[in-house]
């Protein structure tokens, strides 16, 4: 659990590109077997496979902000539940993603992919807020 732990630690502040892999491992942790244990030895030799990867803004690049979204209707057999999913790229990087069960069960693919665009645009409001507080703050 120590080390589910630090995964997800890792996620939060540095690593999104683990966050799916680590979400599902995190789901066994109350019971781990050699096969979680196994999922979270290769999340860290991934890690250290790729530690010089990282997120560079270039000033020649696009400066739009760009949405993806997607869910996934009844993902989870155990518990039907939908997922949803978001990634927001400005430029070519992806500065906010979120990947998660979706908190009610739903009817139909409409429903769940309804939930995750209330998803989007609450963090499309929440990241154009931001945008406007950093350009009250540019000095030039």
């Not at 906010?96 to 665009?117: H, N, P």
Request: hydrophobic share 40%; glycine share 4%.
């Amino acid at each position: 659990a120590p080390a589910a732990a630090s995964l997800m630690y890792a996620t939060v502040v540095m690593r999104p590109d683990i966050a799916h892999a680590v979400g599902v491992v995190s789901r066994f942790m109350h019971n781990p077997n050699r096969l979680q244990w196994n999922v979270v030895k290769h999340i860290f030799i991934y890690l250290v496979g790729t530690q010089d990867y990282g997120i560079t803004f270039s000033p020649d690049g696009p400066s739009s902000l760009v949405d993806y979204t997607d869910s996934d209707y009844g993902a989870y057999l155990d518990s039907r539940k939908s997922m949803s999913a978001y990634c927001f790229k400005f430029g070519h990087e992806c500065i906010s993603w979120m990947s998660k069960l979706q908190d009610c069960m739903v009817m139909s693919t409409m429903e769940a992919e309804y939930i995750a665009a209330s998803d989007v645009a609450k963090e499309t409001l929440w990241l154009d807020r931001l945008a406007v507080m950093f350009k009250q703050s540019d000095p030039s």
